[in-house]
């Protein structure tokens, strides 16, 4: 009996270190998925933060304390009413306080869950102004991404081959992540993203920022996000799209002011120059017009 209790707190013990030991290696991940991670993914945006304070300090506590409860009931109900304990069944039917509790504490549990989930939907609309706006459509199956602010034309960006993720030094977790043409916004700068497709619908996600909107053919939705934090981060297309779905990857890429800038006059179309106007197209001079011959008999006037 002794070893057996050994067993079970060893393994214990040791579930209790794995799960520290995979968060701890969670932190270091930020951006992408975490292999054996717990909870959501890190965040890096204003939105992701109130949706981490809505889960973690709002749901969880209140999905616990349910789950307790019922699951504390049934353990009573089991123990004190089963056949043996309780011969004789009870032949009541119903009871008034027991059903009116049932009733009002489910609505004024899930009154309090409306009220922070409002003020998050709130927060989801409320954008403010936008420093910068980026126009993603979702195709078969990459996206299109266009800066109209910048006079950026779209560009294509797929899914980046399994071998040119090994090229260019990436980590293998990242396959079916990275894009060859990323989105790239600067840091701490409000990003106005318009969502829409061209085929079929897809879903623009990212879960380090919070984002997830549907894109449709023929309507233009809105999201918005304020990167916080320098780097790279990912997201797929949410949306059952076609047999190459999961090939659908969104990579944003935050940087400096200064490097958004760089990058933006690699993309922006060079400006034609206006040519000189020619000699020979220049307008010919005016001809002075000839002095009229007096009349004769008429005197010239004298000159003054």
Same mark, same amino acid.
């Given at each position: ?56 300090? *709002? ?141 079929? *619908? ?49 990579? *944003? ?52």
């Amino acid at each position: 009996m002794k070893s057996k209790f050994q067993g079970i707190a060893g393994l214990t013990a040791g579930a209790g270190a794995a799960m520290i030991g995979s968060l701890a290696f969670a932190q270091e991940r930020l951006g992408q998925p975490t292999p054996g991670g717990l909870g959501l993914q890190q965040a890096a945006s204003p939105l992701k933060h109130s949706a981490h304070f809505f889960h973690d300090i *709002i749901l969880l506590p209140i999905i616990t304390v349910i789950c307790l409860f019922v699951l504390g009931l049934l353990i009573w109900v089991v123990v004190r009413y089963n056949r043996k304990a309780n011969p004789v069944p009870a032949t009541w039917s119903h009871n008034t306080a027991i059903e009116v509790a049932w009733t009002l504490i489910p609505v004024l549990i899930l009154m309090v869950i409306a009220v922070f989930s409002f003020r998050l939907l709130f927060d989801y609309h409320n954008m403010p102004k936008p420093d910068l706006t980026v126009k993603a459509v979702g195709y078969q199956w990459n996206w299109g991404y266009e800066y109209p602010d910048q006079q950026i034309p779209e560009y294509i960006s797929n899914m980046l081959p399994e071998d040119e993720v090994a090229k260019r030094g990436l980590p293998r977790d990242v396959f079916r992540l990275a894009a060859t043409e990323p989105m790239v916004v600067p840091v701490n700068k409000v990003v106005r993203v318009q969502v829409t497709a061209a085929d079929v *619908i897809h879903a623009f996600a990212l879960p380090a920022f919070g984002l997830k909107t549907d894109a449709i053919p023929g309507r233009l939705n809105e999201t918005w996000f304020k990167a916080e934090k320098v780097g790279t981060y990912y997201g797929q297309c949410s949306e059952l799209c076609g047999v190459d779905h999961a090939f659908m990857p969104i990579e *944003i890429k935050v940087v400096t002011q200064a490097e958004f800038d760089a990058w933006v006059a690699t993309k922006a179309p060079a400006a034609t120059p206006v040519a000189a106007p020619d000699a020979a197209a220049a307008p010919a001079p005016t001809p002075t017009a000839a002095p009229v011959a007096a009349p004769a008999g008429v005197a010239p006037a004298a000159p003054l």
